[in-house]
Every structure is written in structure tokens, then in C-alpha cells.
């Protein structure tokens, strides 16, 4: 059964920063590209970022691009997502998800993340 | 990036089928065969619905069903049941090699 366990999330000041982590289990971590999703309370869905399968791949959204940073660990079956300059509209819960081919099959039950002072 | 467009909400009566749109541009929905398809219950994660346009994934309901036309895409519910009623958002890969996705969707059973 595939598992995606998010954790890191919690109450931060605008500027400040916050490391998220996801581990997974169940599949072969290292063949997949993973991904962050976020979404708001009370709106939708935003795509945050993704990385391939040996990091040589990695894309951002607008809103996020210069202040986060994606990154995994292989061996250890863990994803991160380095969030720095962190703003009010930042608030979101935060959902680690694993790609097959274009689509997110699998999802972890999500962080949330608070940004504010 | 910006969010595909989906109607804010659509309700139908049991046993009715219902059809969500999601219109996009030739970035995204028009220019690949990769939209998909979630359902999102109330304080839960999301769920694959359909991949790929059109395919269910194991485990789907066979009443559930997707399509696409140019730049919009759609998915039918039907035989609407009570257990249908939750948000859905609609997603597609771009041509920045990234992923979108849609505004999102609230389906009521009346």
C-alpha cells in the first residue's frame, strides 16, 4: 500500500522559513517524480512544485519560484520542500503527492502551514 | 499559470447525470492528452479520478466518465448518487512542464 506521510508544518511569522517532509513507502521511491500541491483554506487546489526521480528535473510555480526549494533524499524514501520568505498568502495545507505518468495517483493527508504574526 | 475554469458549482437530483467543464488554453488542456480529474471531500485529500482524459483508474466507478474537445475538457457523472457530493478540481500537464490546475467544482445532490 502506498503510504506519503507529510510533516514540518506549523505556525511561522512572515519572513521566516519552514522545512516540510514527506516519506513515503510502499513503492519504489526512487522511480517516481513527486510533487507538492497546496491549498488554501476554504479555496483550491494549487500545483507548487515537482521533482523527478533523480532530481535532475525540477519545476516551480510563479508564486513560489526564488522562495521555495524542492529537493529528496533516495536513500533515505523522504521528500522536502524548503520554504523561505514566507508571506500570509503562503497559508495552506500542504500535500505531498506521487506522479504516474501526468496524473497524482497517490496523496499524503497533508501539513498545515500558518503564516502570520 | 493561470487556474483552469470551472463552474463554481452544479447540482443535480439522484439518478440524474451531471457535467463538469474545465476550459483551459492550448498550453494546457488543448495542447495534451493529460487532464485529469479529483475528487475532494470535506477535510480530505484528494482522489484520482479519472487520468489521461478519459481513463478510470482501478476501483473508479464505471459511472464516472471524462472527455475532451479543443481546449475544454469534462467529466460526466452519472446515475448522480449522495455519496457523489464533494469538490472537484480538474488538472492538466502544461507546456511549461508543469501542472495546472482547475478552479474547482462543488457538486450538490439536491
Known amino acids: 500500500e502506498v503510504q506519503l506521510v507529510e510533516s514540518g508544518g506549523g505556525l511561522v511569522k512572515p519572513g521566516g522559513s519552514l522545512r516540510l517532509s514527506c516519506t513515503a513507502s510502499?513503492?519504489?521511491?526512487?522511480?517516481?517524480?513527486l510533487s507538492w500541491v497546496r491549498q488554501a483554506p476554504g479555496k483550491g487546489l494549487e500545483w507548487v512544485s515537482s521533482?523527478?526521480?533523480?532530481?535532475?528535473?525540477?519545476y516551480y510555480g510563479d508564486s513560489v519560484k526564488g522562495r521555495f526549494t524542492i529537493s529528496r533524499d533516495n536513500a533515505k524514501n523522504s521528500l522536502y520542500l524548503q520554504m523561505n520568505s514566507l508571506r500570509a498568502e503562503d497559508t495552506a495545507v500542504y500535500y505531498c503527492?506521487?506522479?504516474?505518468?501526468?496524473?497524482?495517483?497517490?496523496w499524503g493527508q497533508g501539513t498545515l502551514v500558518t503564516v502570520s504574526s | 499559470q493561470s487556474a483552469l475554469t470551472q463552474p463554481a458549482s452544479v447540482s443535480g437530483s439522484p439518478g440524474q447525470s451531471i457535467t463538469i467543464s474545465c476550459t483551459g488554453t492550448?498550453?494546457?488542456?488543448?495542447?495534451?492528452?493529460?487532464v485529469s480529474w479529483y475528487q475532494q471531500h470535506p477535510g480530505k485529500a484528494p482522489k484520482l479520478m479519472i487520468s489521461?482524459?478519459?481513463n478510470r483508474p482501478s476501483g473508479v466507478s464505471d459511472r464516472f466518465s471524462g472527455s475532451k474537445s479543443g481546449n475544454t475538457a469534462s467529466l460526466t457523472i452519472s446515475g448522480l448518487q449522495a455519496e457523489d457530493e464533494a469538490d472537484y478540481y480538474c488538472?492538466?500537464?502544461?507546456?511549461?512542464?508543469?501542472?495546472?490546475f482547475g478552479t474547482g467544482t462543488k457538486v450538490t445532490v439536491l
Open positions: 503527492a506521487r506522479r504516474s505518468t501526468y496524473n497524482y495517483r497517490d
Open positions: 510502499g513503492f519504489i521511491f526512487r522511480s517516481y517524480t
Open positions: 521533482i523527478s526521480s533523480s532530481s535532475e528535473y525540477i
Open positions: 492550448s498550453s494546457d488542456v488543448g495542447g495534451y492528452d493529460y
Open positions: 489521461d482524459v478519459s
Open positions: 488538472s492538466s500537464y502544461t507546456s511549461s512542464s508543469t501542472h495546472v
